[in-house]
């Protein structure tokens, strides 16, 4: 099994600009977190499966289409949670996630 991997900015970045088909990001913070303002926005190209109701099957079957899967949240916790939640699943897919989080995208995006 290999182990999950960690994202950059500059990789998260270069997703949400030219989506590669393959790699699905996962934003797993909370529908009321992405609501308070638009810097709060989902990262482009992103997918929402909130952590309260994260079930690893849904993500999968959500997620079917990508070879990759990247996770995020507020600050990283919440998506490494998810990461090694689906790693632990055993499938032969990419499992990542973005450590420095949304905080991280509005920061320097």
Same mark, same amino acid.
């Given at each position: 099994m290999t182990t999950v991997t960690a994202w950059s900015f500059e990789q998260i @970045?270069?997703? *949400? #600009?030219?989506?590669?088909? +393959? !790699?699905?990001? =996962?934003? !797993? /913070?909370?529908? +009321?977190?992405h609501t308070y303002t638009p810097r709060h926005a989902p990262i482009p190209s992103s997918i929402s499966i909130p952590m309260s109701s994260f079930d690893p099957a849904t993500a999968i +079957? @959500?997620? +079917?289409? *990508?070879?990759?899967? =990247?996770?995020?949240?507020?600050?990283? !916790?919440?998506? @490494? /949670? *998810? *990461?090694?939640?689906?790693?632990? #699943?055993? #499938?032969?897919k990419i499992i990542s996630y973005y450590p420095g989080s949304h905080k991280e995208w509005r920061e320097k995006s």
């Open positions: @970045k270069e997703q *949400a #600009l030219h989506p590669n088909p +393959s !790699v699905q990001l =996962v934003d !797993v /913070r909370e529908t +009321s977190e +079957s @959500k997620c +079917s289409h *990508a070879d990759h899967l =990247v996770f995020y949240c507020e600050a990283g !916790v919440r998506a @490494k /949670r *998810a *990461a090694d939640m689906i790693q632990g #699943l055993g #499938l032969k």
